[in-house]
């Protein structure tokens, strides 16, 4: 399991070398308070300083934490890390607008905190009987009121809402595979859920996808998606 913790510094290795190429100096130089700052404007370039100091800080959690639950497997791994990074998107960033340092290094102990619970909160809901999915979900229903509008998650349609969601959860679940099946998967919920433009999403480090290609990967999930529920529709109907 060493080798994969090592596999992710070796990634931040590769950050660091490229320092002084892919991140301006000012960036280098940024308080993490500015710094974050600059990453809530969805800037490329202080997302790539972001990372360039803080994934081995975040691997190196999910690695601990993840062996604490005996589940320590590289695809557990980076699942995890993805979905931190997407909980730090989350909700127009509201984690990191949330940052209120104490102390110079507060934000060590903070990205820990939210490292460490996104992990506990996976496998507390696989232990307790959840889809792996439906923790994704779970997660995302908080990101109402995008319109501004207030939900009442106690109403019939509100209801309806959430059994729809977990239905296209289970339908990307079934129709995503391979290496690039969460990052599609947060692509999927950042675009639908969240109200991200595909600049925004492109924007991200953790995506590794020009604009085209986030367009075009929203595009084919979506005809998979919606072709999975016509047949599912189908096969409901013939029974």
């Given at each position: 399991?060493?080798?994969?913790?090592?596999?992710?510094?070796?990634?931040?290795?590769?950050?660091?070398?490229?320092?002084?190429?892919?991140?301006?100096?000012?960036?280098?130089?940024?308080?993490?308070?500015?710094?974050?700052?600059?990453?809530?404007?969805?800037?490329?370039?202080?997302?790539?300083?972001?990372?360039?100091?803080?994934?081995r800080l975040i691997a190196g959690v999910v690695f601990r934490t993840t062996q604490k639950w005996?589940?320590?497997?590289?695809?557990?791994?980076?699942?995890?890390?993805?979905?931190?990074?997407?909980?730090l998107c989350a909700d127009q960033y509201r984690l990191l607008r949330a940052y209120d340092p104490k102390h110079p290094d507060a934000i060590y102990g903070y990205l820990k905190i939210i490292a460490a619970n996104v992990v506990h909160d996976r496998f507390k809901a696989l232990h307790s009987g959840k889809r792996g999915g439906d923790q994704i979900v779970e997660d995302l229903t908080t990101l109402e009121n995008r319109s501004g509008v207030e939900q009442d998650l106690g109403t019939k349609q509100a209801m309806e809402r959430d059994i729809l969601?977990?239905?296209?959860?289970?339908?990307?679940?079934?129709?995503?595979?391979?290496?690039?099946?969460?990052?599609?998967?947060?692509i999927f919920w950042l675009y639908y859920r969240q109200g991200f433009t595909a600049k925004a999403i492109a924007?991200?480090?953790?995506?590794?996808?020009?604009?085209?290609?986030?367009?075009s990967t929203?595009?084919?999930?979506?005809?998979?998606?919606?072709?999975?529920?016509?047949?599912?529709?189908?096969?409901?109907?013939?029974?």
């Open positions: 399991m060493n080798d994969e913790l090592n596999r992710h510094q070796e990634t931040t290795s590769k950050f660091e070398e490229m320092e002084s190429q892919a991140c301006p100096l000012s960036f280098a130089q940024l308080s993490p308070e500015a710094l974050i700052q600059a990453c809530v404007k969805s800037d490329a370039a202080a997302w790539e300083e972001f990372m360039r100091r803080y994934h005996r589940e320590s497997s590289p695809p557990a791994m980076d699942d995890l890390i993805q979905e931190i990074y997407l909980k969601l977990r239905e296209i959860d289970a339908h990307l679940n079934a129709s995503l595979s391979g290496d690039t099946a969460v990052r599609d998967r947060t924007s991200l480090p953790a995506i590794g996808l020009t604009i085209k290609g986030v367009e929203i595009l084919r999930i979506t005809k998979l998606v919606r072709r999975r529920m016509v047949e599912t529709e189908l096969v409901k109907t013939d029974g």
